[in-house]
């Protein structure tokens, strides 16, 4: 697995911090290339668990190194405790480097997150308030603070205060006021010392680790239908979640990704805003939320629960080339009686065998299922493929066949060790 890319096939959430961890004892780099810390990914070891939301997954591996790319929007407060709280749990992390093209979230951005909500009244997508957006706004306009301004005092005085002017009246009509440009930039300068011996060429270094034949795991956040581009557009992130984005968020080609894992839970959770057609108000969707825990990992939000979209699925296999799947969650799917899958979408009079172009389409549309009969087994000591009921089996072979894509891992407990990995090919494929 030379160069991977995890990402995730639906609206986030799907698993692929378990799923990254896994992977990462095969890797020499682990390297996260978007988002923010609007990501919250899980990862349970040994009954221990850690919640990391800007930090690569593989930090916990100290021989590994772990970068974030100039893709990713940084935090620095946000950064800074998440490293020491893995300190405090004997974890150095000095294994980190950080692109010095990355840009940083800065005080403002996050205030006009919670200000454009506001404003968008019941229209609101439903951030996670971290100022993921607005960050992104100004890398875009040119505007943005980017990590090695951090070397350059005069420099960043200048940017900080070309970048207050352009907000100016943005702040004071929403009543927040105004923010001293000194002020904002003594604070992000009390980072300086902690952040420099963190600060690289990050393609450089991943290019070496490739040219070096080491294996390079790209983790990415959110999820395909997050997707700026497109996902269920504007009920989106602000980055792109799919695996095109490894390239442009690290700064290596096409060419060096031999792998592309989508991880998808069995079936489907959305936090915020947006259309969703398979959500399920009644009991089962209830059950869905308790058994699995869903609730937000960064927010604590309760997740809206319903069942497995696969026409939502078959678009994120296309739109990021996922070579192989990680279906997760399994287990949360075992007592009910029937499964059920939505293959095609109904809006008005149409029949929409793909995830349709117009956002209108998508806002209507009402699921069409194809029924599986469920099990009845508690799933989660399941170590091998024949150990599953066959019903379980006949709903990933479904997936597969449904997705054309090779299955490779099931998750069937939220620790490292209950997942299982599929030697031989479940649908299409080549080995990984
Ligand atoms: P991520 O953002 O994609 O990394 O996913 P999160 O960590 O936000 O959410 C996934 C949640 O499901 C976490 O609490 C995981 O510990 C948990 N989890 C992952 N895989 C499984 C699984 O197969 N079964 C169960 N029951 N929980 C899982
Ligand atoms: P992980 O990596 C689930 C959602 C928010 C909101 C929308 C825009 O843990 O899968 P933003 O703050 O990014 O501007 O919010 O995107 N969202 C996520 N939902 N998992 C995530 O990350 C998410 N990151 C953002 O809930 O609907
Ligand atoms: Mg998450």
Redesign the pocket.
Known sequence: MPGTVVV?AQ????G?GKITDLLAEKADVVARFQ?GN????TIVRDGEEFKLHLIPSGILYEAKTCVIGNGVVIDPHILFGELEALRARGIGGDNLRISGNAHLIMPYHLLL?GANEQQLGKFK??????G??PCYVDKYTRIGIRVQDLLDEKILRRKIKTALQEKYFLLQRYDIGVLDPDQVADELLSFRERMEPFICDASLLVNTALDQGKHVLFEG???AL?DIDFGTYP????SNPISGAACTGIGVGPTRIDHVIGVAKTYTT?????PFPTELFDETGVAMCEVGQEF????G?QRRCGWLDLVALRYAVRLSGVTHLALTKLDVLSGLPTLKACTRYKAGRKVLDEFPLRQTDFHHAKPIYEELPGWTEDIRECEAWQDLPQAARDYVQYIAEFTKTRVKFIAVGPGRDETIVLPRSIGRGGAL
């Open positions: 995730g609206w986030g959430d799907e692929k988002g609007n990501a919250g990914h997150d997508i439903g951030t996670t308030g971290r993921i957006g956040v959110q999820g997050l009920f989106v992130t602000s959305r936090v915020g805003e947006g937000g990992t960064t927010t939000r």
